[in-house]
């Protein structure tokens, strides 16, 4: 499987402002995902990540507030714009050949 | 009604029991099916992909019944490490779109 870091592992962050969050891929892969886990939840996909185009997201995320970027087959960012505390959740990339797996999280706490 | 359903549990096992998890889902357009398992404060992990023949791998082993749009998992001889969240997970459609169910969490104790 692929190796995927990102960066920052968490951070803590003020209401109104904005974090972007790195996934970085040690191999080019097909497909790249940006997912939620609000706490005591499951994870819910935020959009696909499309190489040199704009993201496909899914209902209930928007551009505006969840700007990504994929500028290469083995990196992607996700910016958490204007923040509030219902942010507050981690946010994993995951990645896809054939099967799909996970980065290590980014635990985001909005106050 | 949510996509795919679980029961969160928790189960609480002991030491070398056997345990199943169920789970179904709803979209029958649903093309690929996966069990992740996700210890507490890491990313989820995949476990096992689940076919219509079934299929095992060690002491788990996972089926498939597309009629029933159900999927279950079973582990045998259970061990502490064991101990986590199963997220039961479907590919809604060709582009590896995974849709997550919330999870059973099993507890194994000595």
């Known amino acids: 499987s692929a190796v995927i870091s990102q960066k920052p592992s968490r951070d803590i962050c003020q209401r109104g402002t904005s974090l972007t969050i790195q996934c970085q891929v040690d191999?080019?892969?097909?497909?790249m995902f940006w997912y939620r886990q609000q706490p005591g939840q499951s994870l819910t996909l935020i959009a696909t990540?499309?190489?040199?185009?704009?993201?496909?997201?899914e209902s209930g995320f928007v551009i505006d507030k969840f700007p990504i970027s994929r500028p290469n087959l083995t990196f992607s960012t996700l910016t958490v714009s204007n923040m509030s505390p219902e942010d507050s959740s981690i946010y994993l990339c995951?990645?896809?050949?054939?099967?799909?797996?996970f980065g290590p999280g980014t635990r985001l706490t909005v106050l | 009604r949510k996509e795919v359903e679980q029961d969160p549990g928790p189960f609480n096992v002991p030491e070398g029991a056997t345990v199943a998890f169920n789970c179904t889902y709803s979209?029958?357009?649903?093309?690929?099916f996966f069990w992740y398992r996700q210890d507490c404060r890491k990313e989820p992990k995949l476990l096992m992909s689940?076919?219509?023949s079934g299929n095992e791998d060690g002491r788990f082993t996972a089926q498939l019944n597309r009629a029933s749009q159900y999927i279950s998992l079973l582990i045998r001889d259970s061990k502490l490490s064991d101990s986590a969240t199963y997220l039961c997970?479907?590919?809604?459609?060709?582009?590896?779109?995974?849709?997550f169910g919330t999870g059973t969490r099993l507890l194994v104790s000595p």
């Open positions: 995951s990645v896809a050949n054939n099967e799909q797996f």
């Open positions: 191999s080019q892969v097909t497909m």
């Open positions: 990540a499309n190489q040199g185009s704009e993201a496909t997201y």
């Open positions: 979209n029958s357009a649903s093309q690929s």
């Open positions: 689940v076919y219509s």
């Open positions: 997970v479907v590919n809604r459609a060709a582009f590896q779109k995974l849709v």
